[in-house]
């Protein structure tokens, strides 16, 4: 009888075990939406799929985005546990620098009689060569490589890109000159729902940035 009781609490114990249930990442599907702005201004795609933007003298365009909405398990605190990272394909490369700075005389001319605004007598323009050896190449999604950089180690994947976490609302600017005129830009998105255990999704997109 007192092993049959004993037996009977066991399987009691293991009927009435907890069992982990995962929800799916997202309230519904998971989608994105991300558009690319320029001085405050929404861009739209072209006939081809191609964002134009035509510089005038800001240098740099925005990529904001919305995202979907997780379900309670991938909420931590308030937080949500999303994250979209940037990346793209142009890089630009430290070269030469040129440079010019007035140059004054001492006790030399104003341009007024409260003497706080002098005149130059001329310029002196600095010249940086070489500069490769001593600055990375940047990538216009805001992120360098390191010099020794380590592609196998686990940590790459953190140093590749430029990431925006725990907000439905990603934004992340994009360097932009006018010698980039005439250029086509890919901005890789990869936005994850759910970064911790558990289900997640991914998508992956390619927004085509042209400047004119």
């Keep these: 009888?007192?092993?049959f009781i004993v037996f009977l609490g066991i399987m009691l114990l293991i009927s009435c075990s907890k069992e982990e249930i995962n929800q799916t990442p997202c309230v519904g599907d998971c989608e994105t939406s991300y558009d690319v702005i320029y001085k405050k201004q929404q861009l739209y795609p072209n006939a081809d799929g191609y964002y134009e933007i035509i510089?005038?003298?800001?240098?740099?365009?925005?990529?904001?985005?919305?995202?979907s909405q997780v379900n309670d398990q991938y909420i931590v605190n308030g937080v949500p546990l999303v994250e979209a990272n940037f990346d793209s394909d142009y890089w630009i490369v430290m070269d030469s620098l040129r440079f010019q700075i007035p140059v004054y005389s001492y006790l030399g001319w104003?341009?007024?009689?409260?003497?706080t605004t002098p005149i130059p007598i001329?310029?002196?323009t600095y010249?940086?060569?070489?500069?490769?050896?001593l600055h990375s190449p940047l990538n216009i999604a805001g992120y360098q490589i390191p010099k020794y950089f380590c592609t196998d180690c686990p940590y790459?994947?953190?140093?590749?890109?430029?990431?925006?976490?725990?907000?439905?609302?990603?934004?992340?600017?994009?360097?932009?000159d006018d010698e980039m005129i005439g250029d086509t830009i890919n901005v890789f998105i990869n936005t994850v729902f759910n970064t911790d255990v558990g289900e997640s999704e991914i998508i992956n997109e390619n927004l085509k940035v042209v400047i004119l």
């Design 127 to 133: 010249t940086m060569i070489d500069l490769i050896n």
């Design 110 to 115: 104003f341009n007024d009689q409260t003497l």
């Design 122 to 124: 001329g310029s002196y």
């Design 55 to 67: 510089f005038d003298e800001l240098n740099y365009f925005q990529i904001g985005g919305y995202l």
């Design 156 to 176: 790459a994947s953190t140093i590749m890109g430029s990431h925006s976490r725990y907000t439905y609302t990603p934004r992340q600017n994009f360097i932009l």
């Design 1 to 3: 009888m007192y092993k």
